[in-house]
T-cell receptor
Framework: AQSVTQLGSHVSVSEGALVLLRCNYS??????LFWYVQYPNQGLQLLLK??????LVKGINGFEAEFKKSETSFHLTKPSAHMSDAAEYFC????????????FGTGTRLTVIP | GAVVSQHPSRVICKSGTSVKIECRSL??????MFWYRQFPKKSLMLMAT?????????EQGVEKDKFLINHASLTLSTLTVTSAHPEDSSFYIC?????????????FGSGTQLSVL
């Protein structure tokens, strides 16, 4: 079984401040891990993904995430928040066969304060 | 990059009518497409997995006779909400996986907001 837990349904940061969105996963098999961003009334856009290569993954828009097996975590960070980063962020996990579905967390809404 | 087109983006219908939502992969062949439902402030709930040329696999609790899925070609899957009721109002999102691809190559449509009056 696989699942992800996103701590904090709502995170607020000031423009220019560090962004940290937390994701912990549970998986009985080696996982693939993903972060997606969703803007209002839009679908999901892939930010970055961990697929068992480098544990520090860099994505689009300056985001990165680090896979920490010992902590079963895959937290998303960005050094300096922009107003345009305000959106809903979803962490997701799947197995590495690619045959099965993604399991999504409940999402974290990021608000950026000017 | 790969694009998935979902249409319509927004639909309002009367209770009892049926609504069809289309999901197209524009520049790749999608042997597998997924349909999700998203409630306000909630995560995406997988409704069904659609494989080209075969019957869709529905998740537990999803009524297959109410949510009809057709995946007749490698580039098109449709979700028809039959006899829609207000409780069916939701945001529906499709995703498509490139032929032979894993979840690394999963692309999402822009979603359809369904409002049933």
């Amino acid at each position: 079984a696989q699942s992800v837990t996103q701590l904090g349904s709502h995170v607020s940061v000031s423009e220019g401040a560090l962004v940290l969105l937390r994701c912990n996963y549970s998986s009985s098999v080696p996982p693939y891990l993903f972060w997606y961003v969703q803007y209002p009334n839009q679908g999901l856009q892939l930010l970055l993904k961990y697929t068992s290569a480098a544990t520090l993954v860099k994505g689009i828009n300056g985001f990165e995430a680090e896979f920490k097996k010992s902590e079963t975590s895959f937290h998303l960070t960005k050094p300096s928040a922009h107003m345009s980063d305000a959106a809903e962020y979803f962490c997701a996990v799947s197995d590495q066969t690619g045959a099965n579905n993604l399991f999504f967390g409940t999402g974290t809404r990021l608000t950026v304060i000017p | 990059g790969a694009v998935v087109s979902q249409h319509p983006s927004r639909v309002i219908c009367k209770s009892g009518t049926s609504v069809k939502i289309e999901c197209r992969s524009l520049d790749f062949q999608a042997t597998t497409m997924f349909w999700y439902r998203q409630f306000p402030k909630k995560s995406l709930m997988l409704m069904a997995t659609s494989n080209e040329g075969s019957k869709a696999t529905y998740e537990q609790g999803v009524e297959k006779d109410k949510f009809l899925i057709n995946h007749a070609s490698l580039t098109l899957s449709t979700l028809t909400v039959t006899s829609a009721h207000p409780e069916d109002s939701s945001f529906y999102i499709c995703s498509a996986r490139d032929r032979g691809g894993s979840n690394e190559k999963l692309f999402f449509g822009s979603g359809t907001q369904l409002s049933v009056l």
